[in-house]
Nanobody, 122 residues
């Protein structure tokens, strides 16, 4: 199991940017595919983005494609989500996820962090 701690959330105006971070500890970070999910009030948790252990493969939800970039620094055991052109509908709690491969991350079949709140005002 890997422990995950998200940071970087906050309140931003529409059109603004935020960079979320996910710090991992426990097992070897570089062995895991990683990803981001989000959950808005009253809605189910949904996939946002995923990245393979090497960083060579990424996937994005259609709702964030072109506005968000997922990346990782294996030397620092940290993953990032750069979010640009934020919209009010991006408001949600954002969760970091880790699993053995990208398919498992996308399926939500892995370890989770506690989440960080992102709020976008119109």
């Amino acid at each position: 199991q890997v422990q995950l701690v998200e940071s970087g959330g906050g309140l931003v105006q529409a059109g603004g940017s935020l960079r979320l971070s996910c710090a991992a500890s426990g097992r070897t970070f570089s062995l895991y595919a990683m990803g981001w999910f989000r959950q808005a009030p009253g809605k189910a948790r949904e996939f946002v983005a995923a990245i393979s252990w090497s960083g060579g493969l990424t996937r994005y939800a259609d709702s964030v494609k072109g506005r968000c970039t997922i990346s990782r620094d294996n030397a620092k055991n940290t993953m990032f989500l750069q979010m640009n052109s934020l919209k009010p509908e991006d408001t949600a709690v954002y969760y970091c996820a880790a699993a053995m491969n990208v398919d498992m991350v996308v399926a939500g079949d892995g370890d989770w962090g506690q989440g960080t709140q992102v709020s976008v005002s119109s």
